[in-house]
């Protein structure tokens, strides 16, 4: 009996509603250099199983006039399985496979063919949501971020976003007026802890121009977008009139937050010194499950200011419309990640424009561009509320989707003044989506790295090859560190308390649980490093039973750091200069094989 295709029947149906809405003119293709391109482009896709295409799925489009039999006769030879799309199939001879295992090698197969006009993977096409607010095509930052294509997964509904800052213009109340583009906008109860009410009342304009970037009333027909508009805003006021406020007051509003069910807290202000009470508030928040946003600063200089610099906060830098590091925006070692600030330096569209405000008058609505990592933040934070809304769990859970779907610079997977990258929403999604499925890779180079072990060894003296892959004692360290029980995250979702640590923990690779302990973006050398293989193999020296573990546990750790350095060297804390990282992780990889060879190897009889 033939396959058959349900799980492409979505796909299927999009195509035909694309196709229904498109004008009657058949649209060209490409040519040259840009046909090439678009190709590469396709494989590309397919090799990193985007979600663009349909998995193991084909298109193969006829010639006019073959038939079913003749094409029933080259399946054996190209081993696929063909049916036609639709009852259109026979006029049109477009025809689908699905179960393909390797679609390359299978279409340049089917491709050879002087019947076949073309053969290509499977594409999925989607709605791209465009809001009706007429000043949305002004918003640049939110296609830089991908935000069209983020729209059609969620949209952060029924997520509390708390927005510590100037308080929001949320409500008439007194003299204040809701700015327009807030009404229909969720919000629950906050406080105003510079006067110590419950009307959280924004009279600077800042706080408010902030809580638009995040939630917004979107597709309303009035002013501009939101990017988590479905999102619930939890107003907290600390800033006065000038833009100022404490430490005490910022650290009340942090726990507030916490201990009202938020679950996640812009704070797009900085500067001063270090506090201990605004610290422990940070740590407090993020222990209860909530992700904390902050703003880098607008130094323009190397140091990135509290609370961002805090461990526990996710410190954000600013880009302008050219996608590159806005020049007021601070960078540094704490840096984690980058987002749309803005950059006005070719006037106020090159600014992030949302509703707010006018700090003359709290009762005037305006329309205003803002520039600064202030603006960013909230960029930020919008996207873990969709994270959250997405299933996310723990701040964990959202800052490894967020670093996964960031927009990488230069070929670095992390530097001091893009963090892990600049924001994409979209990827962001789709790398929660997929389960926040590991990095293969480290797993790949650890296995060569024990071809290369083994075959360094003498005949006598190297292991059985099963018992080296198939002995647990030897297979559980590797795995762990090199992807770590990543399904965990999945089998245990509603984990809480200690059980919830034991699963973040179990489901990283092992060099990775400093992220559990130091909770920043750089990276602690000490686990980056052979120092806790060397440490164990001092006790398989009186214990010989132990040696399978310690060997496992030093080949992953070797595969890992030759992975981490290949891919470019993460930021480790304390180099004096950047370019030591890689020297440090080849260095330790070398001597992880070292101690992976001392314990595999086999004594002779």
Known sequence: MRMRRWNVVLAALALSASACASASREPEAPAGQDLAAAEAEV??????GSDDVVSGAIVVDFKDGTTKEQFDAWEQAWGVDLEFNSLEGPETGVTLAVGVDDVEDVLQRIRQ??????????????????????????????RMIDMPKA????????????????????????????????????????????????????????????????AQATNNGEGVAGVAFDATLMPLKVLNHFGSGTSADIADAIRFAADHDAKV????????????????AVDYARKKGVTVVAAAGNTGRGRVEFPAAYPGAVAVSAVGPSGTRAPYSSYGKELDIAAPGGDKRQGDSGG?????????????????WYQGTSMAAPHVAAVAAMLYGAGATTPDEVEQALYAGAKATENQAWSEEYGHGVLNASASLQAFNKGASPHWQPLAWAAALLALVLLTLRGRERPGYLNVF????????????????????????????????????????????????????????????????????????????????????????????????????????????????????????VVCLVIARAMLKREDA
């Open 43 to 48: 494989a590309q896709a397919v090799a990193q």
């Open 113 to 142: 063919n002087p019947a076949v006009e073309s053969a290509e993977p499977l594409m999925q096409v989607r709605t791209s949501y465009t809001p009706n607010d007429p000043q949305y095509e002004a918003q640049w930052n939110l």
């Open 151 to 214: 729209w059609d997964g969620n949209r952060g509904k029924g997520v509390v976003v708390a927005v510590i800052d100037t308080g929001i213009a949320y409500e008439d109340h007194d003299d204040f007026k809701q700015v327009p583009d807030l009404k229909g906008v969720s919000f629950v109860k906050g406080y105003d802890f510079v006067n110590d009410d419950e009307h959280a009342n924004d009279d600077h304009g800042h706080g408010t121009h902030v809580a638009g970037t995040i």
């Open 265 to 280: 807290i812009n704070m797009s202000l900085g500067g001063g010194l270090y506090s201990q009470v605004m610290a422990s």
């Open 352 to 368: 992030i424009l949302q509703n707010t405000i006018d700090p003359r008058d709290p009762s005037r609505s305006i329309y205003a």
């Open 470 to 589: 198939f002995r647990p004692a030897f297979l559980v360290p590797l795995v762990l560190s090199t992807v770590g029980f990543f399904f965990l995250r999945t089998w245990f979702a509603g984990a809480a308390g200690a059980a919830q640590d034991v699963v973040s923990v179990a489901s990283l690779p092992i060099p990775d649980w400093q992220r559990i302990i130091f909770g920043r973006g750089t990276v602690n050398p000490l686990f980056y490093s052979a120092l806790i293989p060397l440490g164990l193999s001092l006790l398989a020296i009186p214990w010989r039973g132990f040696r399978p573990a310690v060997g496992g546990l030093a080949l992953g750790f070797a595969g890992f750091l030759a992975y981490a350095a290949w891919a470019g060297a993460p930021a480790l804390a304390w180099m004096p200069f950047t370019f030591l990282a890689k020297p440090w992780l080849g260095f330790n990889t």
